[in-house]
């Protein structure tokens, strides 16, 4: 029982670590930036629809942590249009 009860904790512990990586922060205008290197940009799929979109980018500081920021962009489809 007390393995079960340390494996447990253990399990929990590391979800909450791993939720705290996963926060994303909003850009907002006038938002100081710290991006070292661009690791990804993730960007929705949208039905053929100029629209606004969230984007998320998961980037290094220059303190080597990996970070994730959303930011409004326009979708794909806008600039694919003559």
């Not at 029982?1 to 996963?22: C, E, H, I, Y």
């Not at 940009?41 to 990996?66: D, F, H, R, W």
Request: net charge positive.
């Amino acid at each position: 029982m007390r393995l079960f009860t340390l494996a447990f904790s253990l399990f929990a512990f590391v979800g909450l670590a791993q939720a705290n990586d996963t926060q994303i922060d909003q850009y907002r205008y006038g938002t100081k930036l710290d991006i070292a290197r661009v690791l990804s940009i993730k960007l929705p799929k949208t039905e053929q629809i100029c629209q606004p979109v969230t984007a998320v980018m998961t980037y290094q500081n220059s303190n080597g942590e990996v970070r994730k920021l959303s930011y409004q962009v326009l979708a794909d489809n806008c600039y694919n249009k003559n």
